[in-house]
C-alpha cells in the first residue's frame, strides 16, 4: 500500500489544485486509481476519490469564505437539493449503469464548451443580484439534476456548476467558483452517507490523500484569486474540452 500511495499522493495534491482553482480533479484521480488500485471495485475507487475531495474542498471553501462575500441564501438550498440528488444518483448506480447517460452527458457538455468558447464575455464581470423566488427555485432544480449526476457519474461536476452559477445567475468565474465549491462539498459529503456504512472507503489511503488534496486546494485558491477570471476561463475551458474528449473516447471505443 506504501509503494502505492508514492503514486497517489502528488496525484491527489495536483488534484486538489484544480478542484479549488475551477473543479474537475476527477479527470486525473478517477483514472488513475483505477491503473494504480486494480484489485479495487468501482464503489472502493469512488470512495477514496469523494473521501479525499471533501477534506480538499473543506479548505477551499474556507479560504474562498475569507477572500470573498458569498450569497448563501442562494448557495444553502442549491446545495442542500444537490445533496439530495448526489444520494439518489448513487443509489440508483447499484440497480444500473451509467453508460447510458453518457451520450446525454456529451450533447450537454459540447454545448456549454461552445457556449463559452464563442461568448468572450462571459463570466467575465459579476452582474448578479440578490437571488429572488425564481432563483432559489432554479437553483434547487438545478441542484438536484447536478448533484445526481455527481453521484451517478462524478467527473466534471466542478466545471457544470461552475457553467451554471454564470450562466443563470451572473456571477463572474471567481464567485462562481467559490459557489460551486460549496454545492460540490454537498454532494460529495451526501455520497459518504452511502459509501461509509457500507464499508467502501479505504482510510489507510483515503486520509493521506485527503491531507495531499487540503495541501494542494491551499494552492489552487491563491492560484484563482491571483489569475482572476481570464485565467480560471481559459483552465475550465481546457478541463470542459478534456472531458468531452475522454467521455467521446469511451463511448466511440
Known amino acids: 500500500m506504501n509503494?502505492?500511495?508514492?503514486i497517489l499522493l502528488p496525484v491527489a495534491f495536483i488534484a486538489g489544485i484544480i478542484n479549488a482553482a475551477v473543479g474537475g480533479?476527477?479527470?486525473i484521480t478517477i483514472p488513475t486509481f483505477y491503473t494504480t488500485l486494480p484489485h479495487f471495485t468501482?464503489?472502493?475507487?469512488?470512495?477514496?476519490?469523494?473521501?479525499?475531495?471533501?477534506?480538499?474542498?473543506?479548505m477551499s471553501i474556507r479560504q474562498f469564505m475569507t477572500r470573498l462575500q458569498l450569497p448563501w441564501k442562494l448557495i444553502l438550498p442549491t446545495a442542500v437539493s444537490a445533496v439530495m440528488g448526489?444520494?439518489?444518483?448513487i443509489r440508483l448506480l447499484d440497480f444500473m449503469p451509467s453508460a447510458w447517460?453518457?451520450?446525454?452527458?456529451?450533447?450537454?457538455?459540447?454545448a456549454m464548451v461552445a457556449y463559452t468558447w464563442f461568448r468572450p464575455?462571459?463570466?467575465?464581470?459579476?452582474?448578479?443580484?440578490?437571488?429572488?423566488?425564481?432563483d432559489l427555485l432554479k437553483g434547487i432544480f438545478l441542484g438536484f439534476v447536478i448533484g445526481f449526476y455527481d453521484g451517478f457519474i462524478g467527473p466534471g461536476t466542478g466545471s457544470f456548476l461552475l457553467f451554471l452559477f454564470i450562466r443563470f445567475f451572473h456571477f463572474d468565474f471567481?464567485?462562481?467558483?467559490?459557489?460551486?465549491?460549496?454545492?460540490?462539498?454537498?454532494?460529495?459529503?451526501?455520497?459518504?452517507?452511502?459509501?461509509?456504512?457500507?464499508?467502501?472507503?479505504?482510510?489507510?489511503?483515503a486520509i493521506p490523500l485527503g491531507i495531499a488534496a487540503i495541501s494542494g486546494?491551499?494552492?489552487?485558491?491563491?492560484?484563482?484569486l491571483k489569475g482572476g477570471n481570464q485565467w480560471i476561463r481559459r483552465l475550465f475551458l481546457l478541463l470542459a474540452c478534456t472531458l468531452l474528449m475522454k467521455l467521446l473516447w469511451e463511448t466511440l471505443r
Open 25 to 27: 480533479g476527477g479527470l
Open 217 to 224: 486546494s491551499f494552492i489552487g485558491v491563491q492560484i484563482a
Open 3 to 6: 509503494d502505492e500511495l508514492y
Open 86 to 89: 448526489a444520494y439518489s444518483g
Open 42 to 58: 468501482p464503489a472502493q475507487i469512488m470512495g477514496i476519490d469523494k473521501f479525499s475531495s471533501v477534506m480538499g474542498h473543506l
Open 174 to 205: 471567481l464567485r462562481a467558483t467559490a459557489c460551486a465549491k460549496v454545492v460540490n462539498f454537498g454532494t460529495n459529503f451526501a455520497t459518504l452517507f452511502f459509501l461509509i456504512p457500507n464499508g467502501l472507503i479505504h482510510y489507510e489511503l
Open 121 to 134: 464575455q462571459f463570466g467575465h464581470k459579476d452582474n448578479s443580484q440578490s437571488p429572488t423566488r425564481s
Open 101 to 110: 447517460m453518457r451520450p446525454v452527458v456529451i450533447v450537454v457538455l459540447a
